[in-house]
């Protein structure tokens, strides 16, 4: 594996180790102003890979979820010259509640594109890995998407159901669309799993730069097929934005052609 990736890999074991895992089921919960959750594991934990990073590549600022906007803003307006982008606990409402169905995603951005990617689940200790134009891995092994057939309705679905417009919801769920749907509630996980092969649509309706960062180059890297777009599902996105993004998603390009034309972009009452 990339050496630099190995290294990755060791700092978020190091990481979930030492302040993510000792907190489970111990930490306090508490509301952030956009009445999401954080807790102690999600501040300790982007603390401590902030000091490992700066230690390992002093030249190269990190990007966490945690810090203000003002600042995150000002990250990215020099991030041609590199940037750290970190989740430090995706997932924050599954961890609270005592579901285990979370991570830590990290990506580093050169020139506007995620190079290098590592994301830790650190309950299955499952490390999944990847270089732009070098595949992705699993625990140091390469993976690939599996597609269980040629139809929708062969497929499961990996459907974000919170962030959609109600109105575009029971649409979604007529004939023909897949054979069953699920939700994880972590989308570094969610783009891991869809590379791994562990299902074969996805769609969210709003996920934030540190949330897909370096998931979707894990699963670009690993052959699946993706689209952005601004949450109105009209205008795609590439790039660097702290904007919501509406992404979607499937184990091949010919599936995901399929999935586009069914869910009809863009959604009703977005």
Known sequence: MNPELTLLARLLRD????????????????????????????????????????????????????????????????????????????????????????????????????VLGAILDPVRDECFTAARGQGACLNGEPIRPFASGPELGDCLAMIDLKRLPPQSLAALFRPGGFRSQRNLGSVALDWCWLASGRFQLYLHGGQRLWDYAAGRLIADEAGAASRQYRRDGVTPTEGLTLESQLAIAAATEELLERWLAFVDLPLKGA
């Open 15 to 114: 990481t979930a180790a030492t302040e993510i895992m000792p907190r489970w089921h111990r930490t306090r919960v508490d509301s952030k102003a956009d009445g999401s959750l954080v807790t102690a594991a999600d501040l300790a934990a982007q603390t401590h890979l902030a000091e490992a990073l700066a230690r390992a590549f002093p030249a190269i600022p990190l990007l966490g979820e945690e810090m203000s906007e003002s600042e995150q803003e000002r990250l990215l307006a020099a991030a041609d010259r590199g940037v750290w982008v970190l989740d430090p606990l995706d997932g924050t409402s599954n961890y609270a509640c005592g579901y285990p169905g979370f991570s830590i995603s990290l990506a580093l951005f050169e020139q506007g594109q995620a």
